[in-house]
């Protein structure tokens, strides 16, 4: 009884999504095109758009292929409430055929920013500038850059469910991905439930998110990469019974935190805020370790619960 309505490509103007309908992604859907790394100096050819996600909105995809980008310069606002939260899934769910312990149905969300990282594709460049930039996993394109208050919109309420992808053996989706954003983008209480692969991963920025879920992760629940620095407060990590022989990785973690592979210096160095959190695993026998902090990583983790 419901119209479904299909995105496809890029979304080239402001889009907003209404309750009523459910929303099917048909491949990639990029947010905008990317306006580069500099605010102050966009690329001509990139589109800034705004995509508005109205509470109790659904939006499914039926393949690792279907999955959501926000290119930089662009913003999502997915304004879900704890009554009507924005539902990001797979078709199966959507149909009530999805199993238990089902992965990997779709391809998940990305979010692309212009925040500091340290992982730059140019060897010659310094970390942190906008010469510092490197694309993102799953063909999801650039991110990088040097403003640390960039602002790529809002999760609130808002759940990802049975998503990520292994693209090949270095290169797979996370349920989402917050690669380069700024402390302007507010995440608070989102869940991702049953990823293939990471469930929370932050690939270098300023991003804080507050009151996160991740249950059923096939990898790390919440991870860490390329210098980020932003923090986590209040967060609830259960691994679930299979969630390794259900998922793409044999030592799913808990928190799996690094500054940079092959690099320990390399700077902007990860210095994350970690507090208010339980970790629980599941029972799972193929399951980590509780947490793993290394390559040079710094920070604070405090106040947490690792069972």
Same mark, same amino acid.
């Given at each position: 009884?419901?119209?479904? %309505?299909?995105?496809?490509?890029? +979304?080239?103007?402001? /889009?907003?999504? *209404?309750?009523?309908?459910?929303?099917?992604?048909?491949?990639?859907?990029?947010?905008?095109?990317?306006? !580069?790394?500099?605010?102050?100096?966009? +690329?001509?050819?990139?589109?800034? #758009? &705004?995509?508005?996600?109205?509470?109790?909105?659904? @939006?499914? !995809?039926?393949?690792?292929?279907?999955?959501? #980008? #926000?290119?930089?310069?662009?913003?999502?606002?997915?304004?879900? /409430?704890?009554?009507?939260?924005?539902?990001? /899934?797979?078709?199966?769910?959507?149909?009530?055929?999805?199993? $238990?312990?089902?992965?990997?149905?779709?391809?998940?969300?990305?979010?692309?920013?212009?925040?500091?990282?340290?992982?730059? @594709?140019?060897?010659?460049? /310094?970390?942190?500038?906008?010469?510092?930039?490197?694309?993102?996993?799953? %063909?999801?394109?650039?991110?990088?850059? $040097?403003?640390?208050?960039?602002?790529?919109?809002?999760?609130?309420?808002?759940?990802?469910?049975?998503? !990520?992808?292994?693209?090949?053996?270095? &290169?797979?989706?996370?349920?989402?991905?917050?690669?380069?954003?700024?402390?302007?983008?507010?995440?608070?209480?989102?869940?991702?439930?049953?990823?293939?692969?990471? %469930?929370?991963?932050?690939?270098?920025?300023?991003?804080?998110?507050?009151?996160?879920?991740?249950?059923? %992760?096939?990898?790390?629940?919440?991870?860490? *990469?390329?210098?980020?620095?932003?923090?986590?407060?209040?967060?609830?990590?259960?691994?679930?019974?299979?969630? $390794? *022989?259900?998922?793409?990785?044999?030592?799913?973690?808990?928190?799996?935190?690094?500054?940079?592979? !092959?690099?320990?210096?390399?700077?902007?160095?990860?210095?994350?805020?970690?507090?208010?959190?339980?970790?629980?695993?599941?029972?799972?026998?193929?399951?980590?370790?509780?947490?793993?902090?290394?390559?040079?990583?710094?920070?604070? @983790?405090?106040?947490?619960?690792?069972?």
């Amino acid at each position: 009884g419901n119209r479904v %309505c299909q995105l496809n490509g890029n +979304l080239t103007a402001d /889009t907003r999504l *209404t309750r009523g309908s459910i929303y099917e992604l048909v491949g990639p859907v990029f947010v905008g095109v990317d306006r !580069g790394p500099d605010p102050a100096s966009p +690329l001509p050819s990139g589109i800034e #758009v &705004d995509l508005t996600i109205d509470p109790g909105v659904t @939006i499914f !995809g039926s393949s690792g292929s279907d999955y959501i #980008v #926000v290119t930089r310069g662009s913003t999502i606002h997915s304004n879900g /409430t704890a009554a009507a939260p924005v539902v990001m /899934t797979s078709r199966s769910d959507v149909d009530g055929t999805v199993g $238990a312990n089902d992965r990997g149905q779709w391809g998940g969300l990305v979010i692309n920013g212009r925040a500091p990282i340290n992982a730059c @594709i140019d060897g010659t460049a /310094t970390g942190g500038t906008v010469d510092c930039e490197t694309s993102g996993e799953g %063909c999801s394109g650039l991110f990088g850059g $040097a403003t640390p208050t960039d602002d790529s919109g809002d999760l609130f309420y808002t759940q990802v469910r049975y998503a !990520g992808f292994k693209v090949n053996n270095e &290169d797979e989706l996370n349920g989402i991905a917050f690669q380069g954003t700024g402390s302007g983008l507010e995440v608070d209480y989102v869940q991702v439930y049953n990823n293939l692969d990471d %469930c929370f991963e932050f690939f270098g920025g300023t991003t804080n998110a507050k009151h996160l879920i991740a249950l059923g %992760c096939g990898d790390d629940s919440l991870a860490w *990469t390329d210098g980020w620095q932003g923090s986590i407060q209040y967060a609830i990590v259960y691994g679930g019974v299979s969630s $390794a *022989t259900g998922g793409i990785s044999g030592d799913p973690r808990g928190i799996e935190g690094d500054n940079l592979s !092959g690099n320990n210096t390399a700077a902007p160095v990860s210095t994350p805020h970690v507090s208010n959190f339980t970790l629980i695993s599941g029972g799972d026998t193929a399951a980590d370790t509780g947490a793993v902090l290394r390559r040079g990583m710094k920070g604070t @983790i405090a106040n947490g619960i690792i069972l």
